[in-house]
């Protein structure tokens, strides 16, 4: 193993360890079924940290205590005009990088755009390697002079509205038919494809009703048609407990990708949830990261599939353009599986 990925599979597990620290330490917040995430973004772009990075960074938010959700780079601290206080030491957020192996630099989407898209695929499967990098990070609080935020504490009730338009397309255009006949239960059934819930007044509010449908939505994109996971596995089974990691965490993925504010949603779940999956993940670390990859389909996919089917209509310059960044998503996720065979991880 080369030193640089020794040094990065170290500092991943580092990651993982804090991760699994916050889980224990918080439970109540995991046994939700929909995690109470709040997201951190950055503070000189404004973008919100996606997937496992945001996860890892509320993580080190509440073990140090940080109220602010704004994280920068050294460089960016300095271009705010803020000063990394003496003595922080930073937080490692991780993502993937194309390398291109012909032109000796990161690849760029212009390479191949001439290109048909069998020839794009050869370039991509003999050029193109998947390489993990990260960068470090400092909290607004590890900082002197740091600007006041110009982000509003919260979302207005316009903006609250918009979100639950939102989840309402996702549940109405769910490609596994939803029933209120579920009583007390909210499950996805594999063998009749469909989702049952409990009426919709049963819910105390309507956050939990949001948050059950699209978890059990999450757990029905492993359908055969869609994108066919194993869900055979029995209540107790590894099988099981790794499929409920997966819908948790593309539950959060969906938070942060879609804006959909859910933090004060209470969902019954069973703890055997949590300590089922939480023991698998102690066993074999790459159990979360590959979750987490799956995680990441399932949102894209219920993003595409459903949430963008009310937009049907848009121009065919926009059509091309959601095309383009499909196939973008799919070569990378070509990409990343060679990597995973590879690297022995994916995030």
């Known amino acids: ?13 580092a990651m993982l360890d804090v991760l699994l620290q916050n889980i224990e330490q918080n439970p109540v917040k995991w046994q939700k079924g929909w995690y109470a995430l709040d997201v951190p973004y950055n503070g000189a772009t404004g973008k919100n940290y996606n997937g496992l990075n945001s996860l890892f960074l509320d993580a080190v938010s509440h073990t140090r205590g940080y109220k602010d959700l704004r994280w920068v780079t050294f460089n960016q601290a300095k271009e705010l005009g803020a000063k990394i206080k003496a003595g922080e030491r930073a937080s490692e957020v991780f993502y993937w990088s194309r390398y291109d192996t012909k032109t000796k630099k990161q690849f760029e989407s212009k390479t191949i755009k001439n290109l048909s898209e069998e020839e794009q695929q050869r370039y991509m499967k003999d050029n193109v390697r998947a390489v993990l990098k990260f960068y470090q990070v400092f909290n607004a609080e590890q900082c002197n002079y740091f600007p006041i935020s110009s982000r509003s504490g919260g979302m207005s009730a316009e903006e609250q509205a918009v979100q639950n338009k939102r989840i309402d397309s996702i549940i109405k255009n769910s490609a596994a038919p939803i029933y209120y006949d579920g009583k007390n239960q909210a499950y996805y059934s594999p063998r009749l494809d469909s989702i049952h819930l409990p009426a919709i ?13 699209l978890h059990e939505i999450s757990h029905s994109t492993g359908h055969p048609s869609r994108l066919n996971r194993d869900l055979s596995g029995g209540f107790g089974s590894d099988s099981y407990a790794i499929e409920e990691l997966r819908a948790e965490l593309a539950s959060v993925f969906m938070q942060v990708e879609l804006g959909i504010n859910l933090k004060d949603a209470e969902v019954a779940n069973h703890s055997a949830y949590l300590s089922s999956w939480l023991e698998q993940v102690k066993k074999d670390s790459t ?8 995680a990441g389909k399932i949102s894209d996919y219920i993003k595409f599939n459903y949430l963008e089917k009310e937009n049907a209509t848009v121009s065919e310059e926009l059509q091309a353009m959601r095309k383009a960044a499909l196939e973008n998503r799919r070569m990378d996720r070509q990409l990343l599986q060679r990597a995973d065979s590879n690297f022995a991880e994916i995030q």
């Open 287 to 294: 159990v979360f990261y590959r979750a987490a990859a799956d």
């Open 1 to 13: 193993m080369s030193d640089y990925r020794e040094m990065v599979e170290g500092k991943r597990q």
């Open 201 to 213: 007044e049963s819910f105390n509010q309507k956050t939990d009703y949001y948050a059950t449908a």
